[in-house]
């Protein structure tokens, strides 16, 4: 089976499935130039969700917290991510 551009993928279909079961608020403290933030936009996304996303270089106090430590992803209000998401374990946390 070929894969028409812009198909979404199983597991991406099963993913976003079971997020609507549930809404989570999902903020996501980023920089404008790291590929692993987004990467993490991007997992959030293909989970049906719509992440609040937070430039850490426009604020000083973010900055000092996280530094290179980013992306940072909150799920509910909970630090659930430190650099690259899992999908597995992102899956696991929205069912």
């Not at 979404?8 to 933030?37: D, G, N, Y």
């Not at 991007?42 to 290179?68: C, F, H, K, M, N």
Request: some cysteine.
């Amino acid at each position: 089976m070929v894969k028409e551009f812009g198909e979404k993928s199983a597991s991406s279909r099963l993913m976003q499935a079971t997020t609507m079961r549930r809404a989570h608020e999902v903020v996501i403290f980023s920089r404008a130039e790291c590929h692993l933030c987004h990467d993490a936009i991007s997992l959030v996304e293909e989970a049906g969700l719509r992440p609040t996303v937070v430039d850490i270089d426009q604020d000083d106090e973010l900055r000092r917290r996280y530094g290179e430590a980013i992306p940072v992803v909150l799920i509910d209000g909970v630090e659930r991510f430190r650099g690259r998401v899992d999908r597995r374990l992102l899956r696991r946390i929205l069912i």
